[in-house]
């Protein structure tokens, strides 16, 4: 038996609770199926969906939650995986339509397991979780349109949420200028201390803007789609790049073409779940290289599995600062 997040939907009701769960319950052991200790999950915006039932995130009923997990491959029918190995996880359908990782064990596909990078602890990883993976995603999509530190300030919308965060830590250390957009104005110490040049008010882009504004940033993270989406694209330099990674003020784009066909600029749409596995270690590379430990560790809060469920509440309701991770042994 294990303990696992377990969201049920019936003639009950929609609800997720811990549970004991049997081993007999875990995915079939096929042909390259790895089960997996797992030492921590996290909570994502996806993860508050899901646990929440907010949007249909999970596709069968009942499934253990979790889009992510960091932990320790306990037997394995791949090629690539033994017992001992540390591994990571990131989406795939993990915790939407496949059995998900706030969980105490998982099996899972050994070809969706990338090897936790050197320097990087199974807490950390998963103190990054999908959002600062999806954070470092978007840089590197940036990074490859040929955006550099000297081409002028990068925008990060939802600063204070897990993507934006883990997006401002890496953007400074690697030398941009950051300019942060918060709806919490009392966070802009601690978004300074995580490396904010500026911290701008969420207001200032959420409402419904112009075609083309001024010229402002070389580069965009952008968290939150709609308008603000729309507002950091009219803003966005000659030939800058915008990259697009998720929805929380809503999965609409309200925008115009000018951006694109007067200022010839990009937007960049960035799928953390299906990512190929290449760039997916890149990226962890990347994180392990480039994450100052100490922000990473300071925009971090541990919780146990039995807090889980209400954190997905708070997640959805901003209530959340920075990265949450779950001791699932705790
Ligand atoms: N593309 C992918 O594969 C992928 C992967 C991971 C996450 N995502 C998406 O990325 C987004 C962020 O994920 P996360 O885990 O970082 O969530 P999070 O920790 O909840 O961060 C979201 C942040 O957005 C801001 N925000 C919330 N509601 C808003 C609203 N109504 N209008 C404007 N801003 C608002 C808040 O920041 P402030 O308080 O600072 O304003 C909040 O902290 C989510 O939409 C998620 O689904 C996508």
């Known amino acids: ?6 969201v049920e939907k019936d003639d009950a009701g929609y609800r997720a609770s811990v549970k004991d769960i049997a081993d007999a319950q875990l995915p079939e052991v096929a042909e390259g199926a790895v089960t997996v200790r797992i030492d921590y999950s996290t909570i994502n915006y ?3 969906l899901a646990i929440t039932g907010k949007s249909p995130v999970v596709r069968k009923f009942p499934l253990v939650a979790g889009i ?3 932990g320790v491959v306990e037997t394995s029918h791949h090629a690539a995986w033994s017992p001992g190995d540390k591994v990571v996880l990131n989406g795939w359908g993990v915790g939407e339509s496949h059995s998900g990782g706030l969980a105490q064990r998982a099996r899972v596909k050994g070809d969706w397991l990338v090897a ?3 320097g990087l602890s199974t807490r950390q990883a998963m103190a990054i979780g999908t959002a600062g ?3 470092m995603l978007s ?3 940036l990074e490859g349109h040929g955006l550099t530190p000297a081409s002028g300030d990068v925008l990060v919308t939802g600063a204070n949420g897990g993507v934006g965060s883990v997006a401002i830590a890496l953007l400074s250390r690697l030398g941009y200028r950051v300019v942060a957009s918060t709806g919490r104005p009392e966070a802009a110490d601690a978004l300074k201390q995580l490396g904010a040049a500026e911290v701008i008010a969420r207001d200032e882009l959420s409402a419904p803007g112009k075609p083309l504004a001024k010229e402002r940033w070389a580069g965009v993270v952008d968290a939150v789609g709609s308008h603000t989406l729309a507002n950091a694209c009219a803003a966005t330099k000659l030939r800058g790049a915008v990259a697009a990674c998720g929805l929380a ?8 073409v000018a951006p694109f066909i007067l200022r010839g600029i990009t937007l960049y749409g960035i799928d953390s ?3 190929p596995l290449a760039l997916r270690r890149r990226a962890w590379e990347r994180l392990a290289r480039d994450l100052d430990a100490a922000k990473l560790e300071a925009m971090t809060r541990e919780i146990g599995l039995a807090d889980a469920v209400a954190a997905g509440s708070d997640i959805l309701a901003g209530k959340v600062a920075g990265r949450l991770v779950v001791n699932v042994n705790a």
Do not use: H, R, W
Request: proline content about 6%; overall charge negative; aromatic content about 12%.
């Open 46 to 48: 996806k993860d508050g």
């Open 249 to 256: 003020q809503g999965m609409d784009f309200p925008a115009s």
């Open 68 to 70: 992510d997990f960091a």
């Open 273 to 275: 779940v299906m990512a």
């Open 133 to 135: 993976y999806t954070a």
């Open 116 to 118: 936790l990078p050197d």
């Open 1 to 6: 038996m294990f303990k696992a997040l377990l």
């Open 139 to 141: 840089v590197l999509a």
